[in-house]
């Protein structure tokens, strides 16, 4: 069964960095699409970035030129390096997978992680 789990989470300072890792295990599938999301207090579950097995990479909003996915396949962990960080940036920080072919099918993601919280003050 397939697992997430992500870690990195913390409080910094506007301007800080923080390196986000999302642990897969059990997976099983030939593909991977890979998605980061950001749910800040009361508002919407919103897309950061996302990435392939197939090499593309796309990133959404404010995490364009700060933000960078990344993937190792050998440890199965996607990461999700934050820089120049701003308080805008808070939020619960969620992993979340599917196999490309599910995914082309759905649009959707079928596995999600629990979270990680990250907290930027002013």
């Known amino acids: 069964q397939e697992q997430l789990m992500e870690s990195g989470g913390g409080t910094v300072e506007s301007g800080g960095s923080l390196n986000l890792s999302c642990a897969v295990s059990g997976w099983t599938e030939s593909t991977y699409c890979m998605g980061w999301y950001r749910q800040a207090p009361g508002q919407e579950l919103q897309g950061v970035a996302h990435?392939?097995?197939?090499?593309?990479?796309t990133y959404e909003g404010s995490a364009k030129g700060r933000f960078t996915v990344s993937h190792d396949n050998e440890v199965m962990t996607t990461y999700l390096q934050m820089k120049n960080l701003r308080p805008e940036d808070t939020g619960m920080y969620f992993c979340?997978?599917?196999?490309?072919?599910?995914?082309?099918?759905?649009?959707?993601?079928?596995?999600w992680g629990q979270g990680t919280q990250v907290t930027v003050s002013p």
């Open positions: 990435l392939t097995s197939m090499g593309a990479i």
């Open positions: 979340a997978a599917a196999s490309c072919e599910f995914m082309v099918k759905e649009r959707r993601y079928l596995h």
